[in-house]
């Protein structure tokens, strides 16, 4: 039993060691792929073709000198962007091993309270400050990822009803023939804007890219405080891609193709940030409320249709 539990211990710490190394490089590939965008040279002085930029870039943030404003909550100023980082990490546990070294039969519940959580952090990152620039860019960010939550909560609550179970390895066996996103194309589509929003990623980044907001709610956030903040959000961003090929595309762990579609996913959350111009924060809204919410509904609407004329056909 200790054992077992040691075992465990030394997974989950690989899989944090990985999913940080994944970030470090996920931050790579951004720059790189906006310096061919934008016809510029990326990142390529240190090391080969720039790979221990990250690294760099790292040691340079978390060595520079840490400050607090003085008129700040200083606890909850100093302990969200941790609470962020821990909240990003954290949700890694749902990945489906078939090994069953853990089991998270109720694995989407426990993915929507991660989230939902996660508005906490931004919402107290932003006041404890005491400033007013990065309260309104709090404000902004936590309307923004509540909005689009209840999209996401319905287009989960539509494959909980299609697969009839919370556990993300069933949706394994579910596509072993057939993906999901062949008849669910448009939720796809959906869920990835929805994503795009919740990670407050262009064209949404509202929360920091407005001129009257300076830099969003991380305004007086600076060298560790900051790198941890900018970690977290680049941790969800890959967790959101492993789940979108995990609901839509099937979740074969032991298959090359499911990393390479989990790596096609996070590289166009950057192209769309090269590519696509920002939204207006009302139209922002109307998508919300106006556009994605009818689909998601009408959607789980059908599957509640579909289900109860099997049942009644049994």
């Known amino acids: 039993m200790l054992l077992n539990f040691f075992f465990l211990v030394v997974v989950f710490v690989l899989l944090i060691v990985f999913v940080l190394v994944g970030v470090a490089f996920l931050t790579l590939l951004e720059r790189k792929v906006l310096g061919y965008v934008h016809i510029r ?4 002085k240190v090391g080969f073709l720039g790979i221990l930029q990250p690294f760099s870039d790292a040691v340079k943030l978390f060595t520079s000198e840490q400050y607090f404003p003085l008129v ?26 078939f090994s069953g070294y853990i089991s998270f039969e109720l694995g989407l519940l426990f993915f929507l309270c991660c989230t939902s959580l996660g508005v906490y952090t931004v919402m107290i990152a932003g006041w404890s400050s005491n400033s007013n620039y990065s309260l309104l860019g709090a404000l902004r960010a936590v309307a923004q990822s509540i909005s689009y939550e209840v999209s996401l909560s319905l287009i989960l609550l539509f494959f909980v009803f299609l697969v009839c179970s919370y556990d993300l390895l069933s949706f394994y066996y579910y596509q072993v023939y057939l993906w999901l996103i062949f008849f669910s194309f448009p939720l796809g589509l959906v869920w990835f804007v929805s994503c795009l929003a919740e990670t407050n990623r262009t064209p949404f980044d509202f929360a920091e890219g407005e001129s009257e907001l300076v830099s969003g709610f991380n305004v007086e956030y600076g060298s560790g405080g900051f790198a941890l903040i900018f970690m977290a959000e680049y941790a969800s961003i890959l967790f959101m891609s492993l789940l979108f090929c995990v609901l839509f595309l099937g979740c074969d762990l032991g298959s090359p193709f499911f990393y390479l579609s989990v790596s096609f996913v996070s590289f166009l959350f950057i192209w769309v940030r090269g590519t696509v111009p920002r939204y207006r924060y009302d139209k922002l809204m109307y998508l919300a409320w106006k556009s994605f919410l009818p689909v998601s509904l009408n959607y ?15």
Not at 76 to 94: A, K, N, Q
């Open 41 to 44: 040279k990326g990142p390529n």
């Open 72 to 97: 700040s909550n200083y606890l909850s100023y100093y302990f969200s962007p941790i609470f962020s980082l821990f909240l990003s990490l954290v949700v890694w546990l749902l990945i489906p091993y």
């Open 300 to 314: 789980l609407l059908f599957i509640l249709g579909v289900k109860l004329f099997m049942f009644s056909l049994l």
